[in-house]
């Protein structure tokens, strides 16, 4: 072989070395944006359903919270009633005690002054 030849075949060579480092090296990095992508798609649905979940505990969370709120309405208003309730007693209470003593001392008066 001559050295033109021999030059010829090595470039050849060489090119064919090229090319097939090249194919590889695309396939390995088609397999790495295929890797790329599914792991995003898990992410994502992962992440939505994270929120899904979240989104669910909230809502049984606000549920709680507002039958708590319910509750402790009812149980302000039923200690406002009764603390109404007994005020007013005290006073007709009052008034009524203060009526028999006021009868009470006109009854003294009346007898003492006979």
């Not at 695309?26 to 359903?49: A, M, N, P």
């Not at 007994?86 to 009868?103: D, E, N, P, R, S």
Request: with cysteine; hydrophobic share 45%.
């Amino acid at each position: 072989m001559n050295h033109l030849q021999a030059k010829g075949l090595f470039e050849l060579q060489t090119e064919l070395i090229d090319m097939k480092v090249d194919m590889v090296v695309g396939k390995t990095i088609d397999r790495v944006i295929e890797q790329i992508s599914g792991l995003k798609y898990q992410i994502h649905t992962e992440i939505h359903g994270l929120r899904d979940e979240m989104n669910q505990r909230f809502s049984s969370l606000d549920n709680r919270v507002v039958a708590v709120e319910t509750k402790l309405g009812m149980v302000n208003d039923k200690q406002d009633k009764i603390s109404t309730a007994v005020i007013q007693y005290a006073f007709k209470a009052g008034w009524a005690a203060m009526g028999l003593c006021a009868t009470y001392l006109f009854y003294l008066f009346c007898t003492f002054h006979k």
